[in-house]
């Protein structure tokens, strides 16, 4: 069964900061995605990581996969209030289904 | 933009009621999910639809549930008998052609609150 690990699950941070979202999985995939959820709101796709190596950004996010490793990052440069919500990885396992990790908290105060 | 829209956006039901949650996928997708969360927790699989059977189901869709695309548009999940346990946000997704190729969309979900 697969599993999909995301480290901090909480993260308070200053503005300006930089900080990291880690995500391991237990089993072999080369799909990867990256998911924000603000509170009592849906799922926005951040990012889709299709290959070993890919690293993708937006703004002050960047992701990243190492499918040999199974750890996705996904980097926070520069922190500013409006990326406070929660970040959820989502990995594809078998043919049709997303497992999602944890979730991370991020709390950008000033 | 397209997206995906789900109805109720709330719905509060008494234990052992049926309950039918909506959704319309986006228009040229092909597969499409339901997907739920209880409050703080993370998002869970329930059940993937292709080509109007369902594809692939975890332990949570159990005979208390089942889906149907009846008219070519809408998607929807049942619940036949409401459980205190099956409060959660019910959340809708759709994708193009396999989740490989592209990204699953997610619609706003619906809460529902079983009481």
């Known amino acids: 069964e697969l599993k999909v690990e995301q480290n901090p699950l909480f993260l308070s941070m200053q503005e300006g900061k930089n900080y990291t979202i880690y995500c391991n999985y237990s089993t072999t995939s080369d799909r990867l995605y990256w998911y924000r959820q603000d509170p009592g709101k849906s799922l926005e796709s951040l990012f889709v990581?299709?290959?070993?190596?890919a690293v993708k950004q937006e703004g002050r996010l960047m992701a990243s996969l190492d499918t040999k490793a199974r750890l996705s990052t996904l980097h926070i440069t520069a922190a500013v209030h409006d990326l406070s919500a929660t970040y959820f990885c989502a990995v594809a396992g078998t043919a049709s289904k997303l497992t999602f990790g944890t979730g991370t908290r991020l709390q950008v105060t000033l | 933009e397209p997206e995906v829209t789900q109805t109720p956006s709330h719905q509060v039901t008494q234990m052992g009621q049926e309950v039918i949650l909506r959704c319309v996928p986006i228009s040229n997708h092909l597969y499409f999910y339901w997907y739920r969360q209880i409050l703080g927790q993370k998002v869970e699989f329930l059940v993937s639809?292709?080509?109007?059977?369902?594809?692939?189901k975890s332990e949570i869709f159990d005979d208390q549930f089942s889906v149907e695309r009846p008219d070519g548009s809408n998607f929807t999940l049942k619940i036949r008998s409401t459980k205190l346990e099956d409060s959660a946000m019910y959340f809708c997704?759709?994708?193009?052609?396999?989740?490989?190729?592209?990204?699953?969309?997610f619609g706003q979900g619906t809460r529902l609150t079983v009481v």
């Open positions: 990581l299709l290959s070993n190596g």
């Open positions: 997704a759709s994708s193009a052609i396999h989740p490989g190729d592209t990204e699953a969309f």
């Open positions: 639809f292709y080509n109007n059977e369902i594809s692939e």
